[in-house]
Structure formats: C-alpha cells, structure tokens
C-alpha cells in the first residue's frame, strides 16, 4: 500500500429486520480522490454512507479512518473523525438563516449567540471560494443554494471527507458543473470525496475510480478512465442494458388539450405562469423543460384543477375546462401524476397499502356505503404485475416501497383510469436507470395508444430522448417550442436560462399556439 | 370602595395576581414545546406541583422548599412524558391526556386520603408572607401602575422573570438555538452532532417543572384549601396551551396574552363592580349572564386557535416537528 486510505470499509453487513441492504462490502478511498459509488434504488448506497455519517450502525465488519480502526456510534463521533455528509433530503432547519445553521452544530465558540457569526461565515465561506449570504433564511433559498449551504457546513467542521448522496439529482446542468467545479476544487486541497449518482456521464465525468454496489452487494472497483458507460450499466444491472430510449412514431391526433394564454400566480402571489400557449396532441409527448420553480409545479396544478388561474383557457377537446372541480377534471381523462421532491408527497398515501391507494381514486364507484376492496386489490394485482413491481403484497404500505416501486405505483393507478391526458412531473425522479426504463416504456405504450403526454422532466439527455417536443419556461415564460430531435441540450440550457428566447424572436409567428388544429375551423370552441 | 378609579385599579391589579399561573403554564409549554414536544398534560402536571408544592411548603414552612418541590414534582411529569415519548416512542397526544388523567387522579387521590389531616395555610407563615404583596421600591408609587404591576406577590415577579428569561435563552443562546432545531428538524440537529435525546429530556423536565411553579402559585391564591370537587388548577392548564399559540411560541409575547386572557377571565368576577362604578359606560355587563363570562375564556381560546390556523408558516414560531417522534434510523 503506497498511500493510506482516508477511509477504508471491510466487510460491512447491515440488515433492516430480515432484509440484508449491505452484504460484507469493501470500500476505499485516498485523500484527493473522488470515488462514485454507483448502483440502483435499493442497492444499499445511501445505507453503506450513512455508516460512514453514523446515522446507522454495522452489524459486523471495520472501518478504518487513516489508517486507524474506528467506531461510529452518532452523527457525533463522525464530525470529529472529519467525515462530512451532504445528504440527498437536505438536514437544514427551514426557519434559521445559513449562519444559524452552521452554528448548531459548531463548537468553538462561546455559549451565547454573537452577531459577529455572520461575518465569521461569510469569511469561512469567502475563503473556500463559495458565495453565501449567511443571513438568508433557508426557506427563502434556492435547492442549488441550499446545497451549497450544506457543502459549507461540512467543511467548516472541518471535514476532510465529504460524501454527497446524488448532489446533482435537483440541479440544472449548469449548477452540475458548478458543483463539480467545486468538488474539483476540494479534491485538489486533499479532501476525499464520495459521491452517489445514477447518472452515469456525471459518473465518467467527475471520478477517478467507481465502487459499484448491485442489490446490496458489491460487485467491484474500477477505475473510471478504463471503464465506459456500458460496462458500468452492465455491472450495475447485472446484464445487458439497450441504453437507447425509444422513440416510436406515432400517427398524431388533433390537439386534445390546448392551453391560451394561461396566467397562473404561485403560493406567495407573485406571476408563476405567464401568458402561456401551448397545446399538446394524441400520441405525442410534449416535454416541459426549466429551472426549478419556473412554473412547472403551478402548470401541473392548473391542469389537474388543484389551483385557481388568473386568466386564460384551458381546452380539453373543445370543452373549457378552467374553473372545474378536480374531479370533473378526472373524468373527462385528465390524470395527473406529480412526483415532488420527496417523492411521496402529491399522489399516494405513504402509510396505506398499495390496495387502498388504488381505492382513493375510485372509492365513489363501488355500490353501497362499503369500501369495495376486492375489485382495488384484484387492480392492485393487475398493476403490481403489468409494470414488475417488488413488493411483499398487495397490502404493504406505499411508505415500505422503494423509490421505483412507488412511483410505478401511482404512474399504474394513473394509467389504470384510461385517460387521455397525463400529465406527469418528475416521473424518474432519483430512479434508477432499470426503473426509469420501466417508466419510460409505461409511457411510450400509452402514446402509442394515442394519449397525450406532458411530461415535465429534469434530465435533459432523457427529454432529447423520449419527447417528441420540448417546451422550455424560464420565470413563466414560454422560451421556445422546438423538436427534440432537432434541438441540442446547450441550445435547450441557454432557453432555460433566459439567455434565449424563440418565442419572441419571432413575434410573428408565437409558438405554441395549435395553428394546425383544426379546432378553430370546425368552431368547436365557443369563446 | 365606589371610587371607580379605586374599582379599575382593583380589577387590573386581580387581572395580573389571578391569571399569573397562565403564564407558567404557557412558558412552561413553550419550553417543551420547542423542543419538539406536544404535552397535553400541562392540566395534570401544574395539579402535581400544585399538590406536592403546598403540601411540602407547608410542612417545613418555607416558600423556597414549596417552590423546589412544586418544580421537582412537576418535572418527574415531563421526566414520565420523556421516558414515554422519547425513549419508548408512545403516541405525544395519547401520553399528555394520561398525564393529564394521572395528575388530576394523584391530586384528588393525596387531598382525600389527608382529609382531617389537611394542612391549612394560616398555618405556615412563610407561605402566607411569601405570598403577599411585595411594593417594588419607588415604582409601586405610580398611580395605578404601581399598584398594578409593582405591588404584587413575589411569584409574580418571578414568574415574568422566568418568562424574560425563557426568551432569552430561547434566542441569544447557542444551547436555545439547538432546542430550537431539535424542535424544527430534529434530523439536522442530529446530524451535526446535537444530543437529540438529552435536549428533549432536559427540556421537558425543565418545562414542566415551570408549569409546576404555576400549580404552586394556584394552590397559594386557593389559600390551599382543598375541595373534593373540584381541582385549584380549573382548566389553566388547557387555557396555557391555547395560549402558546397565541403567542406565536415567543414567552415575552406570553406576558401580553396571559393579560389578555386574564382580562376576560377575570371580569366575570369584577362584572358587577365594573357596573355599578361606571354605570354610564359599563352598565349593561349586569345584563350579561355570568355564564356567558364563565365561557368567555373558553370561547376566546376557541377563537384564537381559529385565527392562528389560519396564520402562514413563515411567520409562525410553531416548531415544524412538534408532535412528531423522533428516531434516527427511520426510513
């Protein structure tokens, strides 16, 4: 052994009840390298780390920090042996500013809370080359800044191995080499750095070897300048991957929902959508592209009935729709399936069975006052079984799934009402590359059925991939309707950001607006 | 007696002596509240220290062995709350209505088993001058003020220093940043190294132990008489927790809502009075029926938790986990 390791894991086993997430794993780590450690939903990633951040503890095995066998009983012992852990759901307290929250966990200063901490932060921070402003309240940061927040926290701890669990799974890609700029920069001043991600070109990108993990197992180390995309998938998965979404050609119907000049306010009262045009057909999938909080959310929102809107129409095959209660909206075959950032928030119930989360949307259809459980889990089953999804039963809370699991769940009971219209945000949101391939394939087959898809995403490459054509907002704003495979991902960035904008380079030819429907000529639109 | 100056001044003066319990049992929940922790048992925790209190302050005639003991017994509620909810992860809600039912039990419990042996207050001098009025140097010669605010009993001004004090703990203090963020998200907290269990102890007994304070002041304004019927602590304990809410979890704020409230609570005593010095102004209170002030508190609590459900987060000082178990490996 040349160099010592920052940290060393050996034969690391941890099971949750009678289910093994970590089986005997092996995992290493110099000072100034970045190790990716990769694998799918479930595969005993964020496990194995928060071992290292002492949030759980090994049933058996060693690790080593320096070269020195320790023991990680709490989140305590971790800071003093310099391990830092950025975690995926943020561990930042919503109503304190950034200073407050570095504060809880410091140390070295006296027991009274001084004014002087937002200089002593902001000079912390200035130093490490970061831009924070130390008395910005977290709730009124943005997710690339709170992330930021938590990079800072760690290292002003003084950690000298950082652990990101998949940093990049809520940024823009620019904030993604921002990031990576950052890390960089950390692996150059002799930190370790351990990052999860499933997006494989960040992968190839950013590490200099890749651990990969497969069902809690560990499959092996490679190093990341031998090693190419299909290999990594091929261990990750455990065989061979057609990387290539699919992108069938359908016969286009008329526009089933078209939306003029929607004007919709967000939750605070300020213009979240802003005169907006568009219009989406049968068998096509029409991509939404931007930032987050550009508007997505209270777009999805409108549509499913969930929020008032200022102005405009919203047309579903000739009939406004704007001002219907939800469910009116549901039965005209308009589903919507939205997927926050915590996954289980909009949609399913977390602690009832995949059953009664079937049952929600249909409770009022079963004769008599009693709940009709067997039809719902007989759909359950039906559902469980059409898209593969690992579960124990039909009567397994939602909340006990993993991530993939439960967003096939609520993709399944959507698709399961025969609409006509889905709308559907963040589908792949933090899944794997086998999940989201399963979701992918859900939403191809119902296109080709001749649905009519919006599909709000983040991952750009898979937007190029899977939509027919892309929408991109930047603050509410219509940037650009164009085809997907006509458009490149720098031209798609530059309209996120503002820096371009087709719509009203052209004033006179807006786009967006279904000038080939035929809905106007046939006056099926009363105004 | 007639003067109506003498009646207003005699009514704002019982405003602040009867309704001072209300702001240790808010300040008391606001401590263990912070902390992440919903104890419904404030009822049942003030009639413990309010019992043992009284009963030790009498027995070595001392108003400091009454205080101690009230505070100590009250504390071993929230050290019951703690083992419950924190160590054993019970139900917050189900664990403070036991506390609540557990407390007013062992107070009827311990007063009928003493029966003839029932210790009366005249008997113990400490406790009789410790708790009569106490003229604060120079300010209780103010009109009006003066009496109101500066000639009172030596708990009262213990109390609100116990409320200044609470707030500034609470807010210019590293360790009243961490019950803070155990309160709002206890996962941060944990994860840069704060002692989540500890926090949660500490401050529960701590909390309860101020609500016991309260107990003990009731048991005083009683004169410590004990009925059988009917419990010294008559529903403050409820009134405390509507109370925090009230004052957006901010104990300074506690002051000024334990005013309020004790302005509607106290006027169904002073109604009458109230009416025949003003008669001009104050004279319809005589045709209000007494049972629409005994419900005035009540009413207004109601009304208060309305008008706060209504309040947007950002503003609220409602800690976001509060009621919320807390268990680092929960997935």
């Given at each position: 052994m040349d160099q010592q390791y920052a940290i060393e894991m050996r034969g690391i086993c941890k099971s949750f009840g009678s289910v093994?997430?970590?089986?005997d794993i092996d995992l290493s780590v110099k000072p100034g390298e970045i190790l990716a450690l990769l694998g799918e939903n479930g595969s005993g990633k964020t496990t194995l780390m928060n071992m290292l951040s002492g949030i759980y503890k090994p049933d058996s095995g060693s690790i080593f920090v320096d070269g020195r066998e320790v023991s990680i009983n709490s989140p305590e012992d971790a800071k003093k042996l310099g391990i830092g852990m950025v975690h995926q759901h943020f561990k930042?307290?919503?109503?304190?500013s950034a200073a407050d929250n570095i504060w809880l966990?410091?140390?070295?200063?006296?027991p009274l809370l001084k004014k002087d901490r937002y200089d002593v932060i902001r000079d912390m921070a200035k130093k490490f080359g970061f831009d924070i402003d130390?008395?910005?309240?977290v709730y009124n940061m943005a997710v690339s800044e709170k992330q930021t927040l938590e990079i800072v926290k760690v290292l002003y701890y003084g950690a000298r191995i950082i652990i990101l669990d998949?940093?990049?799974?809520?940024?823009?890609i620019q904030e993604t080499q921002k990031l990576f700029g950052v890390l960089r920069r950390m692996k150059a001043s002799g930190h370790a750095i351990i990052i999860i991600t499933h997006k494989l070109n960040e992968v190839l990108e950013i590490s200099d070897r890749v651990a990969i993990l497969r069902k809690g197992e560990y499959i092996c180390t490679v190093d990341t300048s031998a090693t190419n995309e299909q290999q990594l998938t091929e261990y990750m998965v455990g065989r061979k991957v057609e990387l290539n979404i699919d992108r069938p050609v359908v016969d286009k119907t008329r526009p089933l929902l078209e939306i003029r000049d929607l004007t919709i306010k967000n939750d605070e009262g300020a213009?979240?959508?802003?005169?907006v045009n568009f219009y989406i057909r049968g068998g096509e999938i029409l991509g939404v592209a931007g930032i987050?909080?550009?508007g997505q959310k209270e777009l999805c929102e409108a549509i499913a009935g969930l929020r008032p809107i200022e102005s405009g129409q919203m047309i579903h095959k000739g009939d406004?729709?704007?001002?219907?209660p939800p469910k009116a909206i549901l039965e005209k075959g308009i589903s919507m399936s939205f997927i926050p950032e915590d996954r289980?928030?909009?949609?399913?119930?977390?602690?009832?069975s995949i059953t009664d989360n079937m049952l929600?949307?249909?409770?009022?259809?079963?004769?008599?006052?009693?709940?009709?459980r067997k039809t719902g889990r007989a759909e359950a089953k039906q559902v469980i079984a059409d898209l593969e999804i690992v579960t124990p039963?039909?009567?397994?809370?939602?909340?006990?799934?993993?991530g993939g699991n439960v967003q096939k769940v609520l993709l399944g009971r959507e698709i399961k009402a025969g609409p006509n219209v889905i709308v559907t945000a963040?589908?792949?949101?933090?899944?794997d590359i086998n999940s989201s391939y399963a979701i992918y394939d859900i939403l191809n087959t119902q296109k080709k059925d001749g649905v009519g898809i919006l599909f709000v995403g983040e991952d750009l490459d898979v937007m190029l991939g899977l939509c027919d054509k892309i929408m991109v907002l930047c603050h509410g704003k219509v940037m650009g309707v164009v085809h997907a495979h006509k458009t490149t991902k720098e031209e798609l960035g530059l309209m996120m950001t503002g820096a371009l904008d087709l719509t009203h380079k052209y004033e006179d030819k807006p786009a967006g607006?279904?000038?080939?429907?035929?809905i106007g000529e046939n006056e099926e639109v009363e105004e | 007696m007639n003067d109506p100056i003498n009646v207003l001044t005699l009514f704002l003066f019982n405003i602040v002596l009867i309704n001072i319990p209300l702001l240790y049992g808010t300040v008391g929940e606001i401590v263990v509240e912070k902390s992440g922790s919903l104890d419904l048992g404030v009822e049942g925790t003030m009639a413990v220290g309010a019992m043992f209190g009284y009963l030790a302050g009498c027995a070595a005639n001392s108003l400091a062995v009454g205080l101690l003991v009230s505070f100590l017994t009250a504390g071993l509620c929230g050290l019951l709350f703690a083992v419950l909810t924190?160590?054993?992860?019970?139900n917050q809600n189900v664990t403070g209505l036991t506390i609540t039912t557990f407390g007013l039990g062992l107070y009827f419990f311990v007063g009928k088993g003493l029966g003839e042996r029932w210790p009366a207050m005249t008997g113990s001098a400490a406790l009789v001058n410790g708790f009569s009025a106490f003229e604060l140097p120079l300010l209780s010669?103010?009109?009006?003020a003066g009496k109101v605010?500066?000639?009172?009993?030596i708990l009262v001004y213990l109390g609100i220093a116990i409320a200044v004090l609470v707030w500034w703990y609470l807010n210019h203090t590293k360790t009243g940043l961490r019950l803070r963020a155990v309160g709002e998200n206890p996962g941060a907290a944990d994860s840069v190294g704060v002692n989540i269990l500890l926090y949660k102890y500490v401050h529960l007994i701590a909390g309860s132990g101020i609500m016991g304070l309260g107990g003990f002041y009731m048991a005083l304004n009683m004169s410590g008489s004990f009925e059988g019927?009917?419990?010294?602590?008559n529903g403050y304990g409820w009134i405390a927790i509507a109370l925090v809410i009230f004052a957006n979890w901010n104990p300074v704020l506690a002051i000024l809502g334990t005013l309020v409230f004790g302005f509607f609570n106290t006027l169904q005593i002073y109604s009458g009075a109230l009416a025949g010095a003003f008669p001009g102004g104050l004279?319809?209170?005589?045709?209000?029926?007494?049972q629409l002030f005994k419900a005035l508190p009540f009413i207004i609590t109601a009304i208060v938790l309305i008008a706060s459900s209504v309040r947007?987060?950002?503003?609220?000082?409602?800690?976001?986990?509060?009621g919320l178990n807390y268990f680092r490996e929960e997935r």
């Open positions: 093994a997430a970590n089986k930042l307290v919503d109503v304190f966990g410091d140390d070295k200063s006296g130390p008395r910005k309240k998949e940093p990049t799974a809520v940024l823009t213009v979240a959508i802003d005169h987050a909080g550009c406004n729709i704007v001002g219907l289980l928030g909009m949609g399913l119930a977390p602690s009832m929600l949307k249909k409770y009022d259809q079963a004769k008599g006052p009693f709940v009709d039963s039909t009567e397994t809370p939602v909340r006990r799934l993993s963040y589908p792949v949101r933090g899944l607006i279904a000038k080939d429907s035929r | 924190v160590s054993f992860q019970a010669k103010v009109p009006v605010f500066f000639s009172q009993n019927s009917n419990c010294w602590i004279g319809w209170l005589n045709a209000v029926p007494a947007k987060r950002e503003g609220s000082g409602q800690p976001a986990a509060l």
